[in-house]
């Protein structure tokens, strides 16, 4: 089955430096890539997402890239704010209907003003 | 748009009681829901999956019987924990995911943590 890692699992940066989180992983049929942004007692936010046929997509200060062949994709996350400070998980899946997200074990980070 | 409601947010009950959870997509037909159990800094884990009107589909290690699971109506789904123990505290979340043009993306609810005495 399908396995995604996650790095780093903490990161520490000051306001308006940038981030970046990095996702492997292993099953070559996943085509689906979302990242989630989970604040302290809350469920997981869909940030931005990316499927298999795109290799970078931006939404204003976030972007998410992929490479289909290393089996990678990052976030990316520019001019941080303190309000970006929080757990953010990425995630595989298979497409649509019954696949099941995959996701890695989390990064949580601290946005230092 | 795409929002999922879980009800009620917070819940403590008392070991040998049952507790049912309700997870509703609120403006979108979900014809596929999720549910999970999350640990204190930890990631995400899988409990089941459901289409409407069919049974869930159990991850392996989930006791079917334990964890009931109801996906009434393309916009509803609950998850009953029977006899619960403290062993079964947690916080639990559902996720939705609808049809064509949102068939892909999966929506969480806010979690609901369970507190057993």
């Known amino acids: 089955g399908e396995n995604v890692e996650q790095h780093p699992s903490t990161l520490s940066v000051q306001e308006g430096d940038s981030a970046v989180i990095k996702c492997t992983y292993s099953?070559?049929?996943?085509?689906?890539f979302p990242w989630y942004k989970q604040e302290l007692g809350k469920g997981p936010q869909l940030i931005i997402d990316?499927?298999?046929?795109?290799g970078e997509k931006k939404d204003q200060r976030i972007a998410v890239t992929l490479n289909k062949t290393a089996k990678h994709f990052s976030l990316h996350i520019t001019e941080t704010q303190p309000e970006d400070s929080a757990v953010y998980f990425c995630a595989a899946s298979r497409g649509t209907g019954f696949q099941k997200l995959v996701f890695g074990t989390g990064t949580r980070l601290l946005v230092s003003p | 748009g795409a929002v999922v409601s879980q009800h009620p947010s917070w819940v403590i009950c008392k070991s040998g009681t049952s507790v049912k959870i309700e997870c509703r997509s609120l403006?979108?037909?979900?014809?596929?829901m999720f549910w999970y159990r999350q640990f204190p800094k930890q990631s995400l884990m899988l409990m089941a999956t459901?289409?409407?009107?069919?049974?869930?589909?159990?991850e392996q290690g989930v006791e079917k019987d334990k964890f009931l699971i109801n996906h009434a109506s393309l916009t509803l789904s609950t998850l009953t924990v029977t006899s619960a123990h403290p062993e079964d505290s947690s916080f639990y979340i559902c996720?939705?995911?609808?049809?064509?043009?949102?068939?892909?993306?999966?929506?969480f609810g806010p979690g609901t943590r369970l507190t057993v005495t």
């Open positions: 459901s289409n409407e009107g069919s049974k869930a589909t159990y």
């Open positions: 990316i499927r298999s046929n795109v």
């Open positions: 099953d070559s049929a996943s085509n689906y």
């Open positions: 403006d979108f037909q979900a014809t596929t």
């Open positions: 996720s939705a995911r609808g049809r064509s043009g949102r068939s892909y993306e999966q929506y």
